[in-house]
């Protein structure tokens, strides 16, 4: 993934420039663009910044993010370069518990170990954009993180969790299960918060939201959020994480594996799971439920 600012750019979006300067290296200029949706009013624009560099002889944009981060600490921890926010106090012991994380999950699953890669340390997730030149009036705080796998990069903008944010982690190491082919969020994001939770919270402490959810909307089941695009997000990643929970006790982590090659159509995730559990749908749901219950009381 090469336009590290632009996977952000919301689709149909109208764009205009907002400044072009040097920066003070030769044949190099920042870029800075507006964009925003149709009907939308400036103030709630995006700003994206990509600098203008010449390479073998013909002018490429290149992506803020080695820029902003040129001067930060670097600690080499097994495969993994860690790259730190001046804002934030690196934690070798959490580094170290990462790559103990990733090696183990690896063998777990039979899959190759993760490669080098590049983890950012951030002080909250919206330092973690605007170092990849993305800037907007939205705000999230130390909440959470985001992966390119494909570019082994992680960054971290949860500084309670830092150095070891599973979530992204087990993102990077299950890469392999998905190349390739389609596969539904209930896999792959339900996988990853399995293994290291959601929002800021380990599996556990998901699963207890979720029960606290299901209790306050009583009509919500499994298909429904199976089945509707509107369902919150957390909600239906932890969804997915229950039912890797029922694959692990199972059929182990094969059966999470072959969980990532059901397709995404609701019909292929719902054929995969009764395959896989042996169960018919309706018991699957029900038990889906009472499994939930059952671990947000624990």
């Given amino acids: 993934m090469f336009d590290l600012a632009g996977f952000y750019i919301p689709d149909g979006a109208i764009n205009g420039v907002e400044s072009i300067r040097r920066t003070g290296r030769a044949d190099e200029y920042e870029l800075v663009a507006r964009f925003r949706k149709a009907g939308e009013h400036d103030s709630t624009a995006m700003a994206v910044t990509v600098f203008g560099v010449r390479e073998g002889g013909r002018w490429v944009l290149a992506n803020a993010l080695p820029r902003t981060t040129s001067n930060w600490e670097r600690h080499v921890v097994g495969p993994i370069t860690y790259v730190v926010d001046p804002r934030v106090r690196f934690s070798m012991s959490r580094a170290r518990q990462a790559v103990a994380f990733i090696d183990s999950l690896a063998n777990a699953f039979a899959l190759p170990r993760v490669g080098a890669t590049d983890y950012y340390v951030m002080s909250s997730v919206d330092v973690a954009m605007e170092s990849l030149g993305v800037r907007t009036t939205a705000r999230y705080g130390a909440a959470g993180g985001f992966s390119k796998p494909v570019n082994h990069q992680v960054f971290s903008g949860i500084p309670a969790q830092g150095e070891n944010y599973r979530h992204e982690l087990a993102h990077l190491v299950l890469r392999p299960l998905v190349n390739g082919s389609t596969t539904t969020l209930l896999a792959s994001e339900g996988a990853a918060t399995w293994l290291g939770g959601t929002g800021g919270t380990d599996f556990r402490g998901s ?48 059966a999470i594996a072959a969980f990532h090659g059901a397709g995404p159509g609701v019909a292929q995730v719902r054929a995969a799971l009764v395959r896989a559990l042996g169960r018919t749908w309706p018991v699957i749901a029900s038990e889906w439920r009472a499994l939930v219950v059952q671990l947000g009381s624990a």
């Fill in 207 to 254: 699963v207890r939201a979720l029960s606290n959810y299901l209790h306050q909307n009583p009509t919500v089941t499994l298909d429904s959020i199976i089945d509707s695009g509107s369902t919150p997000q957390s909600v239906r990643y932890t969804a997915g994480a229950v039912l890797c929970e029922m694959l692990a006790r199972h059929g182990g982590a094969q």
